[in-house]
């Protein structure tokens, strides 16, 4: 069965290491700030100004003025600073984020990934995409395997236009997590219940697959 959203974002929180600066893209990556694990102490890092945002609110914890970078209201931890967009994007592109998340419309086997725009389609924009995955090293991109007409999203070659080139090296899906080299994607782990063979289906760019794939667990 494949992987809903918040079993998507717990994957990606396990990637989460103590004492890291990380930001998360709209969409999927959003939830991650509810799973990040309690052992750890982790900073949330928004493009909008905010460091240090904790899960999303409750009823009684809302703020309709502190809000992320997609305009989701959010909570500040303890130790949180909020400061202007400039410095925001100062700390981007100085390759001081230690773990970017993004979300995707396409990924292939160089590692490019298209994520703001499809011709003929209104779509929020770059936002700040493009200085993300140009002023960090450590990416996860997390999307949906195909498209709902069952189209792959891991291609040989993005048709779409680009966001970033040769950035990207760990793709999570519905279906599966995956690594970048060397021009192929390599099949790391499947979501429970799903086949190698399905994977293999659904994934359009070149594929290799070792002989210990993990199935994930929750």
């Not at 990606?12 to 799973?35: C, H, Q, S």
């Not at 914890?61 to 400061?83: P, Y």
């Not at 048709?159 to 793709?171: D, E, F, M, W, Y």
């Amino acid at each position: 069965m494949a992987l809903t959203r918040e079993q998507m974002a717990q994957r990606v929180a396990r990637e989460l290491k103590d004492g890291y600066y990380v930001n998360l893209g709209i969409g999927i990556p959003t939830l991650v700030a509810n799973y990040v694990p309690d052992d750890i102490d982790v900073m949330l890092q928004s493009e909008n100004g905010l460091l240090g945002m904790g899960e999303f609110p409750t009823e009684d914890t809302l703020d309709a003025d502190m809000i992320n970078a997609g305009k989701q209201t959010v909570t500040a931890r303890a130790g949180a600073s909020i400061f202007n967009s400039a410095e925001s994007f100062a700390m981007i592109r100085g390759g001081h984020v230690d773990l970017t998340v993004l979300g995707a419309f396409e990924v292939d086997v160089q590692g490019n990934i298209a994520s703001w725009m499809i011709p003929g389609k209104l779509v929020k924009g770059m936002g700040g995409a493009m200085d993300l995955v140009a002023g960090a090293d450590n990416i996860i991109v997390t999307m949906t395997h195909a498209s709902k007409d069952g189209e792959s999203k891991l291609l040989p070659q993005c048709s779409l236009p680009l966001t970033g080139a040769g950035c990207i090296r760990k793709v999570l899906t519905d279906l599966a997590y995956l690594e970048i080299d060397n021009g192929a994607f390599i099949l790391r782990e499947r979501a429970p219940g799903i086949s190698v063979e399905e994977i293999v289906a659904k994934t359009a760019g070149k594929l290799i697959v070792p002989d210990d794939v993990i199935e994930m667990t929750f």
